[in-house]
Nanobody, 119 residues
Framework: QVQLEESGGDSVQAGGSLRLSCAAS?????MGWFRQAPGKEREGVASIVSDGGTSYADSVKGRFTISKDNAKNTLYLQMNSLKPEDTAMYYC????????????????WGQGTQVTVSA
């Protein structure tokens, strides 16, 4: 059983930056960030596995960076050059399948943290 708690969501202007955090209890092979905007499906943003390998959605490549502090058992998502279309609830997830940006690959989910980007 893995429990996840996100933090760091906020309202920012376009072009700004935010860093999301996800404190995890327990370990997992793969962790990821997903987001869901109102009326839209949940989409994968970034994923990381225990050996440091990462994957990103095309829409965030070059702007977002996923990382993990193993000592603190905390997952991060550094988001730069934010755009209004990045506005969504962001969720942390943990699972057993490597670097798959699909919800089915993850077994545990946090409650989410809201990111709002204004033009």
């Amino acid at each position: 059983q893995v429990q996840l708690e996100e933090s760091g969501g906020d309202s920012v202007q376009a072009g700004g930056s935010l860093r999301l955090s996800c404190a995890a209890s327990g370990s997992s092979y793969s962790m990821g960030w997903f987001r869901q905007a109102p009326g839209k499906e949940r989409e994968g943003v970034a994923s990381i596995v225990s050996d440091g390998g990462t994957s990103y959605a095309d829409s965030v490549k070059g702007r977002f960076t996923i990382s993990k502090d193993n000592a603190k058992n905390t997952l991060y998502l550094q988001m730069n050059s934010l755009k209004p279309e990045d506005t969504a609830m962001y969720y942390c997830a943990a699972g057993r399948v490597a670097l798959v940006l699909r919800p089915w690959a993850y077994d545990y989910w946090g409650q989410g943290t809201q990111v709002t980007v204004s033009a």
